[in-house]
């Protein structure tokens, strides 16, 4: 079908006939066979420019495609071919390169479409940045630790007391855990002394949770001279309270994040009057002041914690006198020490629940300009003494590279190990022992 525009050509050419035709008795010319021809000679003209230029395309449509199809194929063939080629001649290089263009692109319905690439490293959370508002700081003197090394799988745990139902050692990948093998199931600590909690304690434990309505953990604070308790907080899967059995009220918090099944840390600090209490990296309850003493505590597990799949099991607990605040050790003793940077077992990796105490050290060395400290680290006695020395060293250097991250100037910070040989306290428990793996930041000129 003719455009618009060569429609016009033909109009025009009409008219022009007409306007001939009533000259022709006059001029002795065929003018009506002489338009006829020009008008067919331009019409066909601008038909086989544009049916060139239909069919110029088509060429370059169709050459694309054969340009393209032989890439696509070429691509395939250096894919295969790296893939059948033995893994003994394989290079990492060349392991490296195959992996890529299998992630860069999938082939769906013959077309290729762009596989959705890993999120940028800089964008992911690390545990550091997830913990940098942590401010618990556990206390200096560890009176009461139970790590469950040396305990006995289904026997009671040695280092407590049974108030009621049923609590095993159990063994969970690899790991002795207290296991409360019945609802409604409480253990204390076995603490000759009655009322050995201190005006001022840390309490902290890991515990896990494997749903959000199986079962639920309690810790139970009983007055001092008494064996009624005071408070209850109840920890459960996204929210933690503490219930005052004085007044019968509650106080709420919330687990600000997502319910994710697994381990989590419990950390509380009393001072006197005042209590925090931590999850993770969320400091979930600060009550200023609480009116009556606590002399003890319990911990509880219920909702049914009878089934095997409810898992409720803790570990890891420690209990530790508050201290002074660790500035003013600085300035007393010329150095601090604590007992708060933790790390994996014989490795150098700082576990996130140390933000706390890290935190801590860097806001005094920001806020004091002139301090400069030697980080020592020091074990305790298990293990061979060469491997605990070349411990110490890594443990030493990797929380000075910590806070050299943070922002600290490299020429504030040195770094030594000691190993096992500076005992704060005997080998022989399992308090000693927690004294004795310590860092200690030390002033220097």
Known sequence: MLSKKY??????SLLLIFFFANLDAQIK?????????????????KTDQAVDKTFDKVEEGIGGLFKKKKKKDKEEEEVEEENNQPEDQATDEDQEQ?????????KRNDQEEEQPQEEPQEQKKSSV???????????????????????????FPSKWDLKKGTVEIANVDG??????????????PLIKVKDYLPDEFTLEFDYNMQSLTQHHYDVYFQQKGGNRYTYRLDVGGRSL???????????????????????????????????????????????????????????????????????SIIKNIKVAKGAVPLYDRVLSDGKFVTTGIKFDVNSANIKPESAGTLNYVFEMLKNNPDLKFCVEGHTDSDGNDANNQTLSESRAKAIRDRLISM????????????GESKPMASNDTPEGKAQNRRVEFVKTN
Request: proline letters at 2%; zero cysteines.
């Open 98 to 106: 195959t992996s890529k263009k299998k992630k860069k692109k999938v």
């Open 241 to 311: 309270e503490l219930f005052r059995a004085k007044t019968n009220s509650h106080i709420n918090g919330d687990i600000n994040k997502e319910f994710e099944p697994g381990w989590r840390h419990l950390a509380v600090s009393f001072n006197k009057r005042s209590m925090k209490v931590y999850v993770d990296d969320q400091r979930v309850l600060n009550i200023p002041n609480l009116e009556e003493e606590i002399g003890s505590f319990t911990i509880f597990s219920g909702l049914g914690a009878s089934k095997d799949e409810a898992r």
């Open 29 to 45: 010319i065929d003018v009506k066979k002489k338009v006829n021809r020009e008008a067919n000679q331009r019409a066909n003209q």
């Open 7 to 12: 429609l016009g050509a033909i109009l025009t």
């Open 129 to 155: 940045l997830v913990w940098a508002k942590y401010d618990f700081v556990p206390g200096s003197e560890v009176f009461f630790e139970d790590d469950l090394k040396t305990e006995q799988n289904g026997e």
């Open 175 to 188: 790991e002795n855990v207290i296991w409360f093998r019945k609802s409604s199931s409480e253990i204390r």
């Open 407 to 418: 922002g600290i100037d490299s020429e504030r910070l040195t770094s030594k190990g000691w």
